[in-house]
């Protein structure tokens, strides 16, 4: 089974620092998810990857596949961006395994 | 279009009764999961259905759980004779299927059960 680890587990910053998140996996993938969930509850899902880098807003995402790794940039840090952030992963159609999350917290 | 709808929103039970839990899956999606988000913990998988395929069920923490999905479509989690350890968010996503590709889920928003 795949082993998700992601850093850190919480994380303070000040409104428009440049944040990274990084999660690891133990096991070749066919695709990692960064999902953001609100303190509501609610899930949305940034980003699905298999390769290089993709961009969204002020949401980076890249992955390595050769050192099993990835990392969610945010840049110009906003109050709105707390929230905790899940790595996970998939191969194929199977259920995602995921990581505990990143608790973020932006303040103004 | 409707995402991903889940009900209730909100379910309070007694120690040892019965619960329903329903999704309605975006329409045309053919791949339905059941995620589970204990307090504090983090998020794990308990079913998947895909298509007329028998369901992965490996995720089912309990043989009080089952779960169905009626004409490929909505699916029903019932929990029996739940426990105090069975509170948690129960989280329903769906996704298209393509042969060769990665594929991504998109979350419902949820049901917080609550056994007292």
């Known amino acids: 089974k795949n082993e998700v680890e992601q850093s850190p587990q919480n994380l303070t910053a000040q409104e428009g620092e440049f944040i990274t998140i990084n999660c690891s996996y133990s096991?070749?993938?066919?695709?990692l998810h960064w999902l953001q969930q609100h303190p509501g509850g609610g899930i949305v899902s940034l980003f699905m990857l298999s390769s290089g880098k993709k961009k969204h807003g002020r949401l980076i995402a890249t992955i390595n596949i050769q050192e099993k790794h990835s990392s969610l940039h945010i840049t110009a840090s906003h109050p709105r961006d707390s929230a905790v952030y899940i790595c996970?992963?998939?191969?194929?159609?199977?259920?995602?395994?995921f990581g505990k999350g990143t608790r973020l917290s932006v303040i103004a | 279009g409707a995402g991903v709808s889940q009900s209730p929103s909100n379910k309070v039970t007694e120690k040892g009764k019965d619960v329903e839990l329903r999704c309605d899956p975006i329409?045309?999606?053919?791949?339905l999961y059941w995620y589970r988000q204990s307090l504090g913990q983090g998020l794990e998988f308990l079913i998947y259905?895909?298509?007329?395929?028998?369901?992965?069920k490996s995720g089912l923490p309990s043989d009080r759980f089952s779960a169905e999905r009626t004409g490929g479509s909505v699916s029903t989690l019932t929990i029996q004779r739940t426990q105090q350890e069975d509170s948690a968010v129960y989280l329903c996503?769906?996704?298209?299927?393509?042969?060769?590709?990665?594929?991504?889920?998109?979350f419902g928003p949820g049901t917080r059960l609550t056994v007292l």
């Open positions: 259905f895909q298509g007329n395929s028998a369901p992965d």
């Open positions: 096991v070749g993938i066919s695709a």
């Open positions: 996503a769906s996704s298209l299927v393509e042969p060769r590709g990665n594929n991504e889920q998109f």
């Open positions: 996970a992963v998939s191969s194929g159609n199977t259920p995602l395994v």
């Open positions: 329409s045309g999606h053919t791949a």
